[in-house]
T-cell receptor, first 118, second 111 residues
Framework: GAVVSQHPSRVICKSGTSVKIECRSL??????MFWYRQFPKQSLMLMATSNEGSKATYEQGVEKDKFLINHASLTLSTLTVTSAHPEDSSFYIC??????????????FGDGTRLSIL | TQLLEQSPQFLSIQEGENLTVYCNSS?????LQWYRQEPGEGPVLLVTVVTGGEVKKLKRLTFQFGDARKDSSLHITAAQPGDTGLYLC???????????FGSGTRLSIRP
């Protein structure tokens, strides 16, 4: 089945550091990728929609200068948390939707990245 | 903003009991998915329902999409400890451009 890989799976770093998370679709091309954030004991909140070759669309309340998204190829999107602070500590999950006719293609989720800022 | 409210938020029951989780919204969705998530992992798709009134069964799990495509339910028969997890409904918006997750139901099945 379709596989989405996230890297790293876990990262711990000091406050003020910028952290990059990669999301790869391993066996399909994804024109659209999505980035979600999940705080403990809460649901997934959509942060932004990433379209290959164009600027990401951010959800209301998500700072685009804080969370930089790049979707340079059909198999890779990156999320960079710039100047991370403890309140950015969370579980970040990406998902990818295969290229194809219609936007009802299923979304495939990665296993998430646990970000801890000290 | 399309909101999906799930109830109950938490549920702890004995093995062998039945349960129902509800997912409600004031918005119409083109499709609705149910996911199960284990701690530290991404959500895993259980089912997608598309047609109003649709019922799908997956072993002991029964999923129903409301006639108006605004709500859904997940019924588990004879729950087992392996059913423990976070259950999430997720709706695809009218333009089918993105999936919005419900508030989640944390299910715990006691042996």
């Amino acid at each position: 089945g379709a596989v989405v890989s996230q890297h790293p799976s876990r990262v711990i770093c000091k406050s003020g550091t910028s952290v990059k998370i990669e999301c790869r679709s391993l066996d399909f091309q994804a024109t659209t990728m999505f980035w979600y954030r999940q705080f403990p004991k809460q649901s997934l909140m959509l942060m932004a929609t990433s379209n290959e070759g164009s600027k990401a669309t951010y959800e209301q309340g998500v700072e685009k200068d804080k969370f930089l998204i790049n979707h340079a190829s059909l198999t890779l999107s990156t999320l960079t948390v710039t100047s991370a602070h403890p309140e950015d500590s969370s579980f970040y999950i990406c998902s990818a939707r295969p290229a194809g006719p219609g936007s009802n293609q299923p979304q495939h989720f990665g296993d998430g990245t646990r970000l801890s800022i000290l | 903003t399309q909101l999906l409210e799930q109830s109950p938020q938490f549920l702890s029951i004995q093995e062998g009991e039945n349960l129902t989780v509800y997912c409600n919204s004031s918005s119409v969705f083109s499709s609705l998915q149910w996911y199960r998530q284990e701690p530290g992992e991404g959500p895993v798709l259980l089912v997608t329902v598309v047609t109003g009134g649709e019922v799908k069964k997956l072993k002991r799990l029964t999923f129903q999409f409301g006639d108006a495509r605004k709500d859904s339910s997940l019924h588990i028969t004879a729950a087992q400890p392996g059913d423990t997890g976070l259950y999430l409904c997720a709706g695809r918006n009218s333009s089918a451009s993105k999936i919005i997750f419900g508030s989640g139901t944390r299910l715990s099945i006691r042996p």
